[in-house]
């Protein structure tokens, strides 16, 4: 079955300094690729998604690549502030049949000013 | 204004009693989810309705059941509660297709004692 991987429980930086945020998955098709980013109190929201294999997407600065050869989706920004502290989650949609997304464990990130 | 709405926000329940967690969506979306969300597991699927009458077990699926009478209502029953289900309950909908966005609501913050 489907399977997403997120090693780093918890990533703690300071500001300015670059994110990476580790995501591997397991999957047989071609599905959609998934960040979503959960604040405090809230919900978790889309961040920003990749639909196609080798593909980049980014939004809010921050950037993750489709790469089907390493099977990996790794979440990159150059420059967090304090105001992206916040749960971060991989997601692995999913192809034929009902649609059941698949969630990682999350990594929650920790900016310090 | 497109949202998910989850009803009560926090409840205290005692053990044994049963309780009921309402989630409304205003999107007309057919599939609707339940996800609970602990420390260190990030968010763990209950259950998956695909429409009126038209629900699925989701990976955690054991002291729990779902009503889906109506497209934009989904409930979330726990007959006769238990401590280890103390927790913070997700409900989400997501339109029709393969790989859509998935809509959050805000979450309900259960304790039982």
């Known amino acids: 079955g489907n399977s997403v991987t997120q090693m780093q429980g918890q990533v703690t930086l300071s500001e300015e300094e670059f994110l990476f945020i580790n995501c591997t998955y397991s999957?047989?098709?071609?599905?959609?690729l998934f960040w979503y980013v959960q604040y405090p109190g809230e919900g978790p929201q889309l961040l920003l998604k990749v639909t196609t294999a080798n593909n980049k997407g980014s939004s809010r600065g921050f950037e993750a690549t489709y790469d089907k050869g390493t099977t990996s989706f790794h979440l990159q920004k150059a420059s967090v502030q304090e105001s992206d502290s916040a749960v971060y989650y991989c997601v692995l949609g999913s192809s034929g049949g009902n649609y059941k997304p698949t969630f990682g464990k999350g990594t929650s990130l920790v900016v310090h000013p | 204004d497109m949202k998910v709405t989850q009803m009560p926000r926090y409840l205290i329940k005692r053990m044994g009693e049963n309780v009921l967690l309402e989630c409304g969506q205003d999107m007309s979306h057919e599939t609707m989810y339940w996800y609970r969300q602990d420390p260190g597991l990030g968010l763990q699927l209950i259950y998956i309705?695909?429409?009126?009458?038209?629900?699925s077990e989701g990976d955690i699926p054991k002291g729990y059941r779902v009503s889906r009478k109506k497209r934009e209502h989904f409930s979330l029953i726990l007959d006769s509660a238990k401590t280890n289900q103390t927790s913070v309950y997700f409900c989400?909908?997501?339109?029709?297709?393969?790989?859509?966005?998935?809509?959050f609501g805000k979450g309900t913050r259960l304790t039982v004692v």
């Open positions: 999957t047989t098709g071609y599905p959609t």
């Open positions: 989400a909908s997501s339109p029709p297709g393969q790989n859509t966005e998935v809509f």
């Open positions: 309705s695909y429409d009126v009458d038209s629900n």
